[in-house]
T-cell receptor, first 113, second 110 residues
Framework: NAGVTQTPKFQVLKTGQSMTLQCAQD?????MYWYRQDPGMGLRLIYY???????DKGEVPNGYNVSRLNKREFSLRLESAAPSQTSVYFC????????????FGPGTRLLVL | GESVGLHLPTLSVQEGDNSIINCAYS??????FIWYKQESGKGPQFIID?????DKRQGQRVTVLLNKTVKHLSLQIAATQPGDSAVYFC?????????FGTGTRLTIIP
C-alpha cells in the first residue's frame, strides 16, 4: 500500500515552459487535492476533485489546470510556468464526508527560472 | 475567509520533556480538526484528529485538546524524542475543505 505518490520529486523549468505533475493514490479515496506550500505560508488549495469526473477551484487556481483521470489519478498542469509558481506542490487524498482526513504525498519541488 | 493560526512559530523542548503546541481558530462553525507533522523535505503526516463534539482525544504519546469556548486547539506530545523534531500544524474543516495554519517548528534539545 503505497498511499499517495507523486512524480517528479524535483523539477526545474524555464519561464513559459509547461509541465504536468502526476499524483496517484491506492487508498480508494473519493477526493483528491492539489496544494502549494510556500515559506511562511500555510498550505493553499489550488484545485480539488470531490469525486471522479469533477474538479473545482480552490484558493489559488490561476495558472493551473487539473485532470481527474480516474479514481486513482489526479494531475496538475502548468501551461506556461512563471517564477511565482516556484513552490512545493503536494497532492492529497481522502474520503468525502464530515470527518475528512487528508493524506499527503511526498511533494514535488518546482523551481521556475 | 476563515483562518487558522498558531501562537508560537518556534518551540524548543528538552528531550524527555512534554511539548505543547497551540493553535487558534476563528471559524466557530468548524467541526473537525487535524494535527499534522511535517519533517524536512517530506509531506505532511497525519497525527491525530478531533471532532467538535469532543474536548480531548488521545493517541500514542499525543493528546489533542479542543476548547470551543475560546476556539483553541492544542497538541501535547509526551516524553519528546529527537524524532519529534518537525513542523507541526493544525487544520480546521468548516465547509468541506481544510484550512491550514502556517505551523510551529519543534526543536528537541538533547
Amino acid at each position: 500500500n503505497a498511499g499517495v505518490t507523486q512524480t517528479p520529486k524535483f523539477q526545474v523549468l524555464k519561464t513559459g515552459q509547461s509541465m504536468t505533475l502526476q499524483c496517484a493514490q491506492d487508498m480508494n479515496h473519493n477526493s483528491m487535492y492539489w496544494y502549494r506550500q510556500d515559506p511562511g505560508m500555510g498550505l493553499r488549495l489550488i484545485y480539488y476533485s470531490a469525486s471522479e469526473g469533477t474538479t473545482d477551484k480552490g484558493e489559488v487556481p490561476n495558472g493551473y489546470n487539473v485532470s481527474r483521470l480516474n479514481k486513482r489519478e489526479f494531475s496538475l498542469r502548468l501551461e506556461s510556468a512563471a517564477p511565482s509558481q516556484t513552490s512545493v506542490y503536494f497532492c492529497a487524498s481522502g474520503f468525502t464526508g464530515a470527518k475528512e482526513t487528508q493524506y499527503f504525498g511526498p511533494g514535488t519541488r518546482l523551481l521556475v527560472l | 475567509g476563515e483562518s487558522v493560526g498558531l501562537h508560537l512559530p518556534t518551540l524548543s523542548v528538552q528531550e524527555g520533556d512534554n511539548s505543547i503546541i497551540n493553535c487558534a481558530y476563528s471559524n466557530s462553525a468548524s467541526d473537525y480538526f487535524i494535527w499534522y507533522k511535517q519533517e524536512s523535505g517530506k509531506g505532511p503526516q497525519f497525527i491525530i484528529d478531533i471532532r467538535s463534539n469532543m474536548d480531548k482525544r488521545q493517541g500514542q504519546r499525543v493528546t489533542v485538546l479542543l476548547n470551543k469556548t475560546v476556539k483553541h486547539l492544542s497538541l501535547q506530545i509526551a516524553a519528546t524524542q529527537p524524532g519529534d523534531s518537525a513542523v507541526y500544524f493544525c487544520a480546521e474543516k468548516g465547509n468541506e475543505k481544510l484550512t491550514f495554519g502556517t505551523g510551529t517548528r519543534l526543536t528537541i534539545i538533547p
